[in-house]
């Protein structure tokens, strides 16, 4: 199988493998328990926190929480700031259209309690204009939140801008870094954020393990009640061993950032090549301003679901926008936001190439993608339609 | 878990009676209004027995596979029984569909239904 949907999940490295097995063998005692055994698990979580600190040029490690991932990141450090925003009176918030769900509906909520929330238009290219984020702040802005880069179309933003913009206006500014965190050099010193958001299986981490780093004066509200961990906020005694995984794998991915990054753009760039020689293509998402990994096109006449069979067929696992792979039967946000209309982003195809790529690899997802777009097209009533000119092409 | 039967993928990954009928009698185009999915059926009726049937879908698997059921179900058969083919039955045809996917086989008998009504008023 070529694993093409790094995007989704990645496979726990080796590495942090080890790590996990190792903590749980040897050093599974419960952090909190003051003898010597649970010290020790202790001092595991400790210097976890610290390193991750160092690796994101975090001042204090215990600006570091830890959480069950992402999702859970994202909504503590949203929901946090609206706390402290209301204390103030501050009700508003900044953010974009093509956030992830775990940003996108905890703003629902917060709209529901009365929030006001402007979402910056994320244009053509999938990219947030700082000068835009500028404009949409007001009196009673207490939060923006911009993704790092996109899950789906993989375009980063500018978020060393935005975040100079947030902190001369006196506003908080949280990043969800999910999908950049150990692929792109991140410096939250020097990027002016003040929150973000990590999930370890993005970068060869466990699964249901993350963190959120929060710059020192900042308070966090529970999402979580109960015991004392995490300084109080967040109750449940840690997955000691995940963290610790977490750990490791965050430091083998920052070793070698430089070279995946190489690699993987260089993969990445001749499989749009490829793919951009199928008629009535095209890219979604700026194509350099992307991660080393992502690859993501519209292709118009197909759907997507029947794509991604046909390849799941082949041994290529990849994901899709479209409606019909969405148990809402609504096609991606994150596509519409970019202005792919209904019946294109259906021919969405998403692959995000992991460190393992092969050359071979390359040529043979070009090889069928061509092939399977051009079988779907050949029994497609849309495609048939806009080949006779009865329909205009959009791509 | 696969998501679909095996049934599903078989119809999916080889369906049966695809492509156009140049001259055919009754054709149907229908849309889903749930996900924008389109199927197309093309009839070649002759002493009300239907000859022969073939599809166009630009659709999800379970989409592509209940419109090449369909297309079995009907073909040789009278327009009165075609006339009475349900989603039910080309799903329970296909070993069932995931709930979420019950809309993609409601298109293949309308896409059914409105290339027999085209025959129908061809005929006046
Ligand atoms: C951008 C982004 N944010 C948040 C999440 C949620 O992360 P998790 O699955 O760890 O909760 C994901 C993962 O799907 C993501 O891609
Ligand atoms: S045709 Fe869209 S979900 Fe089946």
């Known amino acids: 199988m070529i694993y093409a949907d790094n995007a989704a999940t990645t496979a726990i490295s080796e590495g942090a493998l080890k790590t996990f097995i190792k903590v749980n063998e040897e050093t599974w005692g419960n952090p909190s328990s003051l003898y010597t055994f649970g010290q020790k698990a202790k001092e595991i979580l400790e210097g976890t926190r610290e390193d991750i600190a160092k690796a994101i040029g975090a001042e204090f490690p215990r600006e570091i929480f830890f959480t069950s991932g992402g ?3 994202d909504n503590q450090a949203i929901i946090s700031a609206a706390r402290l925003g209301e204390r103030k009176g501050k009700k508003h918030i900044v953010s974009s259209a093509f956030e992830h769900h775990a940003v996108l509906h905890t703003l629902e909520k917060l709209k529901k309690e009365g929030f006001e929330i402007t ?4 244009h053509e290219n ?5 000068s835009e984020v500028e404009a949409a702040i007001k009196e009673d ?3 923006v939140t911009i993704m790092y880069a996109n899950n789906e179309i993989g375009t980063i ?3 060393k801008e935005i975040g100079e913009i947030c902190h001369k206006k006196g506003v908080l500014f949280h990043t969800d870094a999910v999908q950049a965190i150990g692929h792109l050099p991140i410096n939250v010193a020097d990027e002016n954020i003040d929150m973000l958001s990590a999930s370890a299986h993005k970068f060869h981490g466990p699964k249901g393990v993350g963190f959120l780093y929060v710059k020192k004066g900042i308070a966090l509200t529970n999402i979580i009640e109960g015991g004392a961990q995490e300084r109080g906020k967040r109750a449940g005694t840690e997955n000691v061993a995940g963290i610790a995984a977490m750990g490791t794998a965050l430091k083998e991915a920052l070793d070698n950032l430089d070279d995946n990054a190489k690699k993987l753009s260089e993969k990445r760039d001749r499989i749009i090549k490829g793919l951009k020689e199928i008629e009535h293509s095209a890219i979604n998402g700026d194509e350099t301003k992307r991660l080393p990994s992502n690859v993501n096109f519209c292709f118009e006449g197909i759907e997507g679901e029947s794509l991604l069979l046909l390849l799941d067929d082949r041994g290529i696992a990849a994901s899709s926008g479209s409606a019909c792979t969405s148990g809402s039967l609504d096609p991606s946000h994150v596509l519409l936001a970019i202005g792919r209309v209904h019946d294109v982003a ?3 195809l998403r692959l995000s190439i992991g460190e393992d790529i092969t050359d071979e690899d390359v040529e043979y997802i070009i090889k069928n993608v061509k092939e399977v777009v051009e079988y779907l097209r050949s029994f497609s009533p849309v495609w048939r339609n806009l080949v006779a000119g009865k ?3 959009i791509l | 878990m696969a998501l679909y039967s095996e049934k599903v993928m078989d119809h999916f990954r080889n369906p049966r009676n695809v492509g156009v009928i140049e001259d055919a009698n009754g054709i149907g185009e229908v849309g889903n209004a749930k996900c924008g999915d389109i199927m197309k059926m093309y009839l070649k009726i002759e002493d009300g027995i239907i000859e022969d049937v073939k599809f166009e879908t630009f659709g999800c698997g379970s989409a592509i596979a209940s419109s090449s059921m369909a297309t079995e179900l009907i073909k040789g058969k009278p327009v009165e029984d075609a006339m009475k083919l349900t989603n039910e039955a080309v799903a329970e045809a296909l070993d069932g ?3 979420y996917k019950m809309h993609c086989s409601v298109l293949a008998e309308e896409a059914i239904k409105s290339a027999l009504e085209d025959y129908e008023s061809r005929k006046k």
Do not use: R
């Not at chain 1, 979402?119 to 994320?122: A, K, P, R, S």
């Open chain 1, 141 to 143: 802005t207490c939060l």
């Open chain 2, 97 to 99: 569909l995931p709930d």
């Open chain 1, 391 to 393: 329909a205009e092409f």
């Open chain 1, 126 to 130: 999938g990219l947030v204009v700082p």
């Open chain 1, 346 to 348: 259906h021919g969405s």
């Open chain 1, 71 to 73: 999702s859970e990141a």
């Open chain 1, 119 to 122: 979402l910056v238009d994320v």
């Open chain 1, 157 to 159: 933003q500018p978020i």
